[in-house]
């Protein structure tokens, strides 16, 4: 769950995850845990994940450096949670500006 967990910097507690309660679930049975997506759903909230509202309205169309911004996003997060930092949701963003 680690890489894929993100927060709101302006509220610590709260928490999500970009994986589906499907694919948690799928992935704790191929581990030896069987667990459906509503026992994972209630897991979940008690360990203070939060369903999160898709933003995206629109797509942005194609962009040639797709993958190469998401590894750049990918070692930003890793070396700031290494450092101990939080991560903001909105980290794409400021990648693709800086790209």
Not at 26 to 52: F, W
Not at 55 to 61: D, L, V, Y
Not at 77 to 83: F, Q, S
């Amino acid at each position: 769950m680690h890489n894929h967990t993100a927060g709101d910097p302006m509220r610590l507690g709260v928490k999500w995850t970009n994986l589906s309660r499907r694919k948690i679930s799928r992935k704790l049975k191929e581990l030896g845990t069987p667990a459906s997506k509503y026992i994972v759903s209630r897991l979940l909230y008690e360990s203070g994940y939060r369903r999160r509202k898709p933003q995206k309205k629109r797509t942005m169309g194609e962009n040639v450096d797709r993958n190469t911004q998401f590894e750049k996003i990918a070692h930003l997060r890793k070396e700031y949670l290494d450092a101990g930092k939080p991560v903001s949701p909105n980290a794409r963003t400021m990648v693709v500006r800086a790209l």
